[in-house]
């Protein structure tokens, strides 16, 4: 082999290593670009996450407090029932010891329907 050759030889060996090193300095860049972008793409999850669960947490209170406050509603829904019930058996007696006084007072006449002139 003559001179030349060996030389051409040595300089495409050279060209192919260092090809073969600027390859592999771009795949490593390229990487470390990604796994930096994926740790950064984490890093927004996490802080997304932590609102999401202070959103959460802040629905299951306004949850629990919607039906606390319809267990209160159903409650006086509840005692205003008995205190209508109440007051018309209420009503019922006071309309029924108006309907006796008139029996008894000889006052009261039925030409005006049945009515007491002295309510």
Request: hydrophobic share 35%; no cysteine.
């Amino acid at each position: 082999m003559n001179t030349s050759t060996i030389v051409w030889i040595v300089v495409a060996v050279v060209v192919l290593l260092a090809l073969l090193a600027l390859a592999l300095f771009l795949k490593k860049r390229s990487t470390s670009k990604r796994g930096q972008k994926a740790e950064a793409i984490r890093e927004e999850t996490r802080r997304d996450e932590v609102e999401v669960r202070k959103r959460e947490a802040e629905s299951d209170r306004m949850k629990a407090e919607a039906d606390l406050k319809a267990a209160e509603a159903d409650e006086l829904a509840a005692a205003a029932r008995d205190r209508e019930r109440d007051v018309s058996s209420s009503r019922e007696d006071i309309t029924t010891r108006y309907e006796r006084a008139d029996k008894v007072d000889p006052r009261t006449t039925d030409d005006d329907g049945g009515e007491s002139r002295k309510r």
